[in-house]
């Protein structure tokens, strides 16, 4: 049985509301992601922010650790930065969502949106990695020699996030160029 989309398909009010509730699930997270993550960082244990860096220290030399008030303000600042880049492209998304929910389903202004949403994913994931590099140097700077730690750590949810958001960054570029193609199709008709 094939099934073929209608203007009408597309827009239904339960497509709508279910747009809707996209869009407004988008706007909670872009607010809650930052004040939960600025949250944890601020009342977590600097062991606790070295853990989260990828840097397991032993009881003597968490003994010895001698971290500063710049260096927790540097690491919290460091530590914001990826979930401030997720909550741009979710204000993206809610954007997207929005248009959608409207009836804009072919308008550059919704694919900006949707790329918007790429970037800020793509974005996340790699300040994440940096973030994540520099807070275990800026928390150990302290430390004796011989005991600073650099940390790298890429794992593979890092990697299919990537993906995910060079697919829709992709997904975007094909509808830019469908946009394209219907303004020079109206202008014929």
Not at 99 to 104: A, L, N
Not at 148 to 160: D, K, Q
Request: aromatic residues 8%.
């Amino acid at each position: 049985m094939k099934t073929t989309m209608t203007a009408a398909t597309l827009s239904g009010p339960e497509v709508q509301r279910l747009n809707s509730a996209f869009a407004w699930a988008c706007a909670l997270l872009a607010v809650a992601l930052p004040l939960a993550v600025l949250y944890q960082l601020v009342t977590t244990p600097t062991e606790g922010l070295l853990l989260r860096a990828g840097v397991s220290l032993s009881a003597v030399q968490v003994a010895m650790l001698d971290v500063a008030l710049w260096q927790r303000l540097l690491a919290v600042g460091l530590g914001m930065l990826p979930v401030c880049c997720a909550s741009y492209g979710l204000v993206c998304a809610m954007r997207c969502f929005s248009g959608f929910s409207q009836g804009e389903y072919f308008s550059l202004r919704t694919v900006r949106y949707l790329r918007g949403f790429a970037a800020g994913i793509f974005a996340s994931v790699v300040t994440g990695f940096l973030a994540s590099m520099a807070v275990s140097v800026v928390l150990t700077l302290g430390a004796p020699a011989g005991q600073r730690a650099l940390a790298v750590g890429l794992g593979s949810n890092e990697l299919i996030t990537l993906l995910f958001a060079g697919m829709v960054w992709q997904i975007a570029a094909v509808m830019s160029r469908a946009v394209a193609l219907a303004e020079e199709n109206a202008q014929f008709v």
